[in-house]
């Protein structure tokens, strides 16, 4: 079992550009979570996925930012236009649904220049 | 609001040196309080959840138990290799979604 796939582990990007970041939750698990993590701050909720549909959205900045889990493939999340601010962790984590003890992916460290 | 604070936000302990790391909580009907350990460069671990009121759950040398207001992570004889942030968390709300302490970073020296 390969755990929670996050990739690239490492994301550069200027400012105004785009970024794509990609999660593939564990086998079996139909629940995926995006969390950001910024320096010195905790773990942040940005939003819950389940296949095809956007449960929970309510962490995620109103604009720039969007988030997908097609039925076929990868959770996307994306960032339009990225800002400094934007530089973080960002967390993927999946479920199977059945309690909170989620499984983390390994994370996307964006930096924004 | 929810809130979680872990304290301290940095501990340092000699190896065996036993000791203990606090997350208080504010939240209206608990649904779990869950611990992760999280080293530099990764993800979250999971650790353990508790749902109840002295409930207690054991993993080697850990140890975390739960009032109604906080929860303890018991080291008992720490080594080197439990070096790591600290993280705990509870669900917002009726919500899936997890409010995070900042953690307790641990430090331990052979």
């Known amino acids: 079992n390969a755990g929670v796939m996050q990739n690239p582990r490492h994301l550069v990007r200027r400012r105004g550009q785009e970024a794509r970041l990609r999660c593939s939750p564990m086998?079996?698990?139909?629940?995926v979570y995006w969390y950001r993590q910024l320096p010195e701050e905790g773990l942040k909720f940005m939003v819950y996925?389940?296949?095809?549909?956007?449960?929970?959205e309510s962490g995620m900045p109103k604009e720039r930012f969007s988030a997908e889990f097609p039925k076929e493939g990868p959770s996307i999340l994306r960032i339009q236009q990225v800002v400094r601010g934007d530089s973080a962790a960002y967390f993927c984590?999946?479920?199977?649904?059945?309690?909170?003890?989620?499984?983390f992916g390994s994370g996307t460290r964006l930096t924004v220049v | 609001e929810d809130q979680v604070t872990q304290s301290p936000e940095a501990l340092r302990l000699q190896e065996g040196e036993s000791s203990s790391l606090n997350c208080s909580y504010t939240?209206?009907?608990?649904?779990?309080l869950f611990w992760y350990r999280q080293d530099p460069g990764k993800g979250p671990e999971f650790l353990f959840t508790?749902?109840?009121a002295g409930e207690e759950k054991e993993k080697e040398r850990l140890k975390a138990t739960l009032t109604k207001k906080e929860s303890f992570l018991h080291i008992t004889a720490p080594k080197p290799e439990d070096s790591a942030t600290y993280l705990c968390?509870?669900?917002?709300?009726?919500?899936?979604?997890?409010?995070f302490g900042k953690g307790t970073k641990l430090t331990v020296n052979p």
């Open positions: 996925l389940q296949k095809e549909n956007i449960i929970d």
């Open positions: 968390a509870v669900p917002q709300g009726g919500s899936e979604k997890l409010v």
């Open positions: 508790l749902y109840s």
């Open positions: 984590a999946s479920s199977d649904g059945g309690d909170y003890g989620y499984t």
């Open positions: 939240v209206s009907g608990l649904r779990g």
């Open positions: 086998k079996g698990h139909s629940h």
